[in-house]
């Protein structure tokens, strides 16, 4: 097996992305080595090329939507094994809030992917074992890797948003996360509604499995919403505040507003909370085994983030066109190097 393994890091705050020459890292008690295949680049890897999350320890190398296989084990680790696919994602904390999901109640410095220590943006990564996701084989590296993030964060939110088959469910913006939270509306059995700007973005939705389709440069998205009887959840995937406020009015009755998308503040009415019993909350990500249960139902429900692909050398130009909200819709490095 070769000793050094290409990687990119970033080595200091605000610093380019380097394709550097890496040894191997070994695994150290309770963690595993993956040799990844395909990394998502996500909106939050800026955390650490910008240096504006505290703490960070430079160099680093970023990525948190990570699939690769097993191929190492170090000590004390039993449930995982060499040759395993896993996936990596966001959270991979340790302490009692974490391992119950609660990670913003984290009461040790949060441990996170591309973050606390080095992530999939390189040939190899070393993970903690709790922090693994199995997954299913017939789902590919790279429709997979999006999931860890982005796919999770939707899937999750609307798992536990009360809300039940055939009820409203909408969709506020069909980016990045809105086309994985449209699929998995509507896979879960909602009636599944679209919002966003341009006639364009209908067909998209349509497409998606939307039965409705809101174009708020054209119509109110509240009013249209309160014409199929209100929504019981509306999940906010934009990252416009005037967008999310636009959507609240919508809701029906004991509806709620889950917001996922990182804004600046929201207006609300109190009197709209208070007449219908209506909520806003936000919703964050998820553990190892939400990650996991994520790629189960993706694959046996054929829920598929839509991807541009880039080989691990063109990490620059594929960071840039993320961050351009230009890709369609998520951007996955094939450090495998296999399409």
């Keep these: 097996m070769a000793k050094e393994m290409r990687a990119v890091q970033v080595a200091q705050p605000k610093g380019p992305l380097e394709v550097v020459e890496r040894e191997i890292p070994e695994p150290q008690a309770e963690w595993v080595r993956i040799k990844v295949q395909a990394c998502g680049i996500c909106h939050s890897d800026s955390l650490v090329k910008d240096g504006t999350w505290p703490g960070i320890q430079y160099p680093r190398v970023p990525g948190h939507e990570v699939i690769g296989i097993i191929d190492a084990v170090g000590p004390g680790v039993a449930e995982w094994k060499s040759g395993q696919r896993v996936g990596i994602g966001w959270h991979a904390g340790h302490c009692d ?14 441990l996170t992917t591309g973050i606390s220590f080095d992530g999939g943006y390189a040939e190899y990564m070393v993970a903690p074992a709790e922090a693994l996701a199995s997954v299913p084989e017939d789902l590919s590296a790279i429709d997979g890797a999006p999931l860890m993030c982005a796919g999770v964060t939707t899937f999750n939110a609307l798992r536990n948003s009360g809300a039940r088959p055939g009820e409203v469910v909408a969709v506020l913006g069909i980016g990045g996360l809105g086309h994985l939270g449209v699929q998995f509306a509507v896979k879960m059995g909602f009636k599944t509604v679209a919002i966003a700007r341009g006639k364009d973005k209908g067909p998209l939705a349509k497409k998606l499995g939307a039965m409705h389709y809101i174009d708020s440069q054209e119509k109110n998205p509240a009013a249209e919403l309160n014409k199929l009887g209100g929504a019981k959840v509306i999940i906010a995937t934009v990252t416009n505040a005037e967008a999310m406020t636009a959507a609240l009015g919508g809701l029906a009755p004991n509806g709620v507003f889950i917001v996922i998308g990182a804004a600046g503040p929201i207006s609300v009415d109190p009197i709209l909370l208070i007449s219908g019993r209506r909520s806003v909350k936000g919703w964050y990500s ?54």
Excluded: W
């Design 286 to 339: 998820g553990t190892s085994i939400d990650s996991q249960d994520t790629l189960k139902f993706s694959a046996l429900a054929g829920v598929q983030s839509m991807n541009e692909i880039f080989p691990l050398e063109r990490v620059t130009e594929a960071y840039e066109h993320m961050m351009s909200g230009k890709a369609r819709f998520r951007v996955v490095l094939d450090v495998e190097g296999k399409r």
């Design 97 to 110: 809030p974490c391992r119950r999901g609660d990670f913003f109640a984290c009461q040790v410095a949060l």
